[in-house]
T-cell receptor, first 111, second 115 residues
C-alpha cells in the first residue's frame, strides 16, 4: 500500500463548477500537507500548504485536512479553463523527513 | 531572482548507456531534491542533498546516484539505463527542505527517453 493515495482521474468538469480533489494517507506522522499544480511541460508549483489539521482558504482555493480520517481535500470554486492541470498532493513529517507525493489528478475544465 | 534550471531539457539514450542530468538551484538555496515522475507511479523521491551531503534517499537502485557541488549545483547520474528509466526527472530547490517542506521550487524537468 502506498503512503499517499490519489485518484489519477482524469476529472472533467464544466466551467464554473466546484471541483473537489482528495488524497488519503497512512502515515500519522505527516504534519505538512501541500497541494501543487503542474501544467503540461512544466514543473509543479506550490498552490497551498497546511500545517496540521484545519482549513485554509486562498481566493478560489480551499484546502482541508482531517487528520483523524487521514484525508485531505482541495476545493476549487468557480473553476476556469486555466485551472486545467495536474494537481498533486504532497505530505511530510517535517524535521528533515522526505516529502511524499500523490500520483496527481488530471483536471480538465471545459469552457 | 532566476528560477531553478535543469539541463538538458530532453534526452534520448539507448538501453545500457549512462546519463548525467544537471540542476542549478535558486541563488542562495542549499538544498536540492531529485524526483522521478512517471504516469504510473507519479512523483517519486530519489534523493536530497544539503550543503554537499546526501541527507535523504528514496527507494531506488544503486544505479541512481547524485552529488552536489560547493556552489549548490547538483547532478544526478543513472548508469546502465533500462527502458523503465524513461521519465521526467525533476529537481527541486529549497533553502532547507527539511525545515520547510512546503518551500520547494521545481525546475521544468529533464525528459529522458530510453530506447
Amino acid at each position: 500500500q502506498k503512503e499517499v493515495e490519489q485518484d489519477p482521474g482524469p476529472l472533467s468538469v464544466p466551467e464554473g463548477a466546484i471541483v473537489s480533489l482528495n488524497c488519503t494517507y497512512s502515515n500519522s506522522a505527516f504534519q505538512y500537507f501541500m497541494w501543487y499544480r503542474q501544467y503540461s511541460r512544466k514543473g509543479p508549483e506550490l498552490l497551498m500548504y497546511t500545517y496540521s489539521s484545519g482549513n485554509k482558504e486562498d481566493g478560489r482555493f480551499t484546502a482541508q485536512v482531517d487528520k483523524s480520517s487521514k484525508y485531505i481535500s482541495l476545493f476549487i470554486r468557480d473553476s476556469q479553463p486555466s485551472d486545467s492541470a495536474t494537481y498533486l498532493c504532497a505530505m511530510s513529517a517535517g524535521g528533515g523527513f522526505k516529502t511524499i507525493f500523490g500520483a496527481g489528478t488530471r483536471l480538465f475544465v471545459k469552457a | 531572482k532566476a528560477g531553478v534550471t535543469q539541463t538538458p531539457r530532453y534526452l534520448i539514450k539507448t538501453r545500457g548507456q549512462q546519463v548525467t542530468l544537471s540542476c542549478s538551484p535558486i541563488s542562495g538555496h542549499r538544498s536540492v531534491s531529485w524526483y522521478q515522475q512517471t504516469p504510473g507511479q507519479g512523483l517519486q523521491f530519489l534523493f536530497e542533498y544539503f550543503s554537499e551531503t546526501q541527507r535523504n534517499k528514496g527507494n531506488f537502485p544503486g544505479r541512481f546516484s547524485g552529488r552536489q557541488f560547493s556552489n549548490s549545483r547538483s547532478e544526478m547520474n543513472v548508469s546502465t539505463l533500462e527502458l523503465g528509466d524513461s521519465a521526467l526527472y525533476l529537481c527541486a530547490s529549497s533553502s532547507d527542505a527539511g525545515e520547510k517542506p512546503y518551500e520547494q521550487y521545481f525546475g521544468p524537468g529533464t525528459r529522458l527517453t530510453v530506447t
